[in-house]
């Protein structure tokens, strides 16, 4: 016992908790915090998301890249504010259309023959100095944009990997997942060679598209309406990349970013993807034979008119099918979720698919992060499902609504005559046209209207919310709405001035009074304070503090900074039941 070192019980219990865990003790390894399958839009943007935020993440697509046949060619007035609190909205701006290429609808006979109705926009330069002048109608710092996802996949996939936390790995096919109490482990294939991996997470999130394999894998199917059969958007579908030069001086009316092409022989849209002569025409299809580039291309000529000869080379070519207003059965099991295509499937009237899947991102990121770094409890994850199925109903049904709109439309018989009838037939489908118009594409009630109310995480109000209306948007300050947006006095947007966190606003009386006692936050939420000197705000808001959340919706409001406010945050971190 000469050689033996004692040592007194309060060191040895310091030791203990120094040295590493025993065996059968360690903790459990993982390869990242949160494994994303799918490299689309909401998979790049929810990467990107997560970077920011500190969450590390492995991203795996099958394909090679980012694509290369041109898909969702609109982002929201939301998807825009999203990109913005990213700080890529400026660059994703500068891609697509030119900034002077006017962002009309149009509606003919055939491009070369009769206009019948046009609904004019603004180019994408005056949506960005000009954002003020349509501020009634677009209550926003961030206007549409028309711009391809061609062209928006490599900013968000820059986005993404300009944090050292996120790795996006192409050519990776997710083939299983096993799922336990403490994480999820995907099998993951080289679609180049082979080689077989695995990757194992806290969380996966499925982005994969609406043959989702995440979703096969959780045993869950779609519900809702599908296969409905219309003159157009309804059935299947051929979608064709085009390049044709010369055909923006043919058109009858001037440029335009969409071309709706209505007459007995077909019914198409085309729509202009870089303002340079690069197209892609959406025609309805019969029978399931595939269309040959000779068929596309009698389709593209039908469109334009037959009296003009207009050049044009075929780029690539995809099918797929309208007539789909679908929501997955669930959106969360246990450890796994999912967001985009892989939860909803809408005919893309509206342009509603890809932007309500960048909001599904926006919500999951910011509640992923709290249960990854531990202030978060397990109601966040429970929130997920119980704020975005709804809106994907929602969303479904307002697109499905613009499809019947459009799709059902009966062409008079003498629609193309050159008669006083044919005339008459003309003003007739073009007053219903222009209306359509309005309905499908002035939409700022779907974009910025997006209520959670009736989520565990919001402080609910007694009282009627304002309508939920497609083409009128009502800014409201109360819990669970999208935060409304001001022009500050110095000219800047309200938004930003919202953290990344959560933001607890002070208005009106709100300024003068004590601030919040932030040092009792559980560890790492992070939380920051802004004094807004706008009685507009105020007005608005309806309340002298607002607590918003880090996607910017509405945590709580009220007058005076007590326990109230402090239930409301635990309860907006799931820490409290709702």
Request: negative net charge.
């Amino acid at each position: 016992m000469d050689n033996a070192i004692c040592v007194p019980a309060r060191m040895f219990t310091q030791l203990q908790q120094a040295l590493p865990p025993h065996e059968g003790e360690m903790e459990m390894k993982y390869d990242c915090d949160v494994i994303v399958v799918g490299g689309g839009p909401v998979g790049l943007f929810l990467a990107a998301e997560l970077g920011m935020r500190g969450v590390s993440v492995q991203l795996f697509d099958n394909k090679s890249g980012t694509c290369t046949h041109p898909a969702a060619n609109a982002n929201s007035a939301r998807t825009m504010e999203h990109y913005r609190r990213l700080g890529i909205a400026a660059e994703v701006r500068s891609q697509g259309l030119p900034g002077d290429h006017v962002t009309d609808v149009a509606y003919y006979t055939r491009l070369s023959r009769h206009q019948l109705a046009r609904l004019s926009q603004p180019c994408s330069s005056d949506a960005v100095s000009r954002a003020k002048d349509y501020e009634f109608l677009w209550p926003t710092a961030e206007l549409p944009h028309r711009c391809s996802q061609l062209y928006v996949e490599p900013v968000l996939l820059k986005a993404a990997k300009r944090y050292a936390s996120t790795q996006v790995h192409y050519d990776s096919s997710v083939q299983s997942l096993e799922q336990d109490e403490d994480g999820v482990t995907a099998t993951v294939v080289s679609t180049l060679d082979g080689r077989q991996t695995q990757c194992r997470a806290k969380y996966l999130i499925g982005c994969d598209g609406p043959r989702s394999t995440v979703r096969s894998l959780m045993g869950l199917h779609y519900t809702g309406s599908g296969g409905e059969k219309r003159e157009f958007m309804g059935g299947r579908m051929a979608a064709t990349y085009f390049s044709a030069p010369e055909l923006n001086a043919a058109v009858q009316g001037g440029r335009a970013w969409q071309y709706w092409t209505l007459n007995h022989e077909q019914r198409s849209l085309i729509v202009s993807v870089d303002g340079r002569g690069g197209f892609i025409i959406n025609i309805q299809l019969q029978g399931d034979a595939e269309p040959s580039d000779h068929d596309v291309g009698q389709r593209i000529a039908t469109a334009i008119g037959t009296n003009v000869n207009i050049p044009f080379t075929l780029i690539s070519s995809t099918t797929w099918t309208a007539g789909f207003a679908l929501v997955a059965e669930k959106m969360r099991q246990g450890r796994i979720f999912l967001a985009g295509d892989s939860a909803h499937l809408f005919t893309p009237t509206g342009g509603m698919g890809y932007n309500t899947g960048i909001e599904d991102a926006a919500n999951l990121a910011w509640k992923l992060e709290a249960l990854v770094k531990g202030f978060g409890g397990g109601i966040l994850a429970d929130s997920y499902e119980a704020e975005r199925k709804p809106v994907a109903a929602r969303n479904t049904d307002f697109a499905r609504q613009f499809a019947d709109s459009i799709g059902y439309v009966r062409l008079p018989k003498a629609l193309e005559d050159e008669t006083a009838e044919g005339e008459a037939a003309r003003r007739s489908i073009g007053a219903h046209l222009n209306f359509h118009g309005h309905k499908e594409f002035v939409i700022p009630g779907v974009q910025l209207g997006t209520r959670y109310e009736d989520s565990p995480l919001v402080c609910a109000e007694a009282g009627s919310p304002p309508p939920d209306t497609a083409n009128l948007y009502l800014p409201s300050g109360r819990p669970g709405h999208r935060a409304p947006h001001v022009w500050l006095k110095d000219g800047s947007s309200l938004y930003d001035r919202f953290g990344s966190g959560f933001t607890l606003l002070r208005l009106g009386g709100g300024a003068h009074q004590a601030g919040a006692d932030l040092a009792s936050l559980p560890q790492g939420c992070p939380v920051s304070e802004q004094t807004i000197a706008s009685e507009e705000a105020r007005d608005l808001y309806g309340a002298d503090f607002v607590l918003l959340r880090p996607d910017q919706h509405i945590a709580w409001r009220g007058n005076r900074i007590d326990a109230e406010f402090g239930r409301a945050l635990s309860k907006s971190l799931g820490l409290a039941k709702p």
